[in-house]
Nanobody, 124 residues
C-alpha cells in the first residue's frame, strides 16, 4: 500500500525554524504533485505549499510566502518543508499529500493520498 510518512515536527520558539520531511516509502507518487497542508482543531485543513513532480515549480500560500520553502528530491521522492521565522499561528498538524493534479491546485480534495500528520507547535 502506498504510503506517505511525515517527520520533523516538534516544539519551537517563535522566530525559530523546523524542517518537515515527507517520504514516499514505495515511490508510488513520483509523477504526482506533492503538497503540504495544515490543520488546527475545529478548522478545515488549509493549503500551505505545493511542488510539481519535477520539483521545478513551487507555490505558496501568502501566509507563508518568504518564510517557508518546499523542495523535492526526485530520486527518492522525498519532499521537505523548511519553515523559518515561525509564528504562533503556524501551530498546527502538518500533512503531506500527493495528487494527480496540477501543482498549483490548493484544494485538499484534489489530493488523493495523505500522510498521518506531524505536530508543529510554536511557542511565543
Amino acid at each position: 500500500q502506498a504510503q506517505l510518512v511525515e517527520s520533523g515536527g516538534g516544539l519551537v520558539q517563535a522566530g525559530g525554524s523546523l524542517r518537515l520531511s515527507c517520504a514516499d516509502s514505495k515511490r508510488s507518487f513520483t509523477s504526482y504533485a506533492m503538497a503540504w497542508f495544515r490543520q488546527v482543531p475545529g478548522k478545515e485543513r488549509e493549503y500551505v505549499a505545493s511542488i510539481s513532480w519535477t520539483g521545478r515549480n513551487t507555490y505558496y500560500d501568502d501566509s507563508v510566502k518568504g518564510r517557508f520553502t518546499i523542495s523535492r528530491d526526485t530520486t527518492t521522492n522525498t519532499v521537505w518543508l523548511q519553515m523559518n521565522q515561525l509564528k504562533g499561528e503556524d501551530t498546527a498538524v502538518y500533512y503531506c499529500a500527493a495528487g494527480d493534479t496540477l501543482p498549483n491546485i490548493r484544494s485538499a480534495g484534489r489530493y488523493a493520498a495523505w500522510g498521518q500528520g506531524t505536530q508543529v507547535t510554536v511557542s511565543s
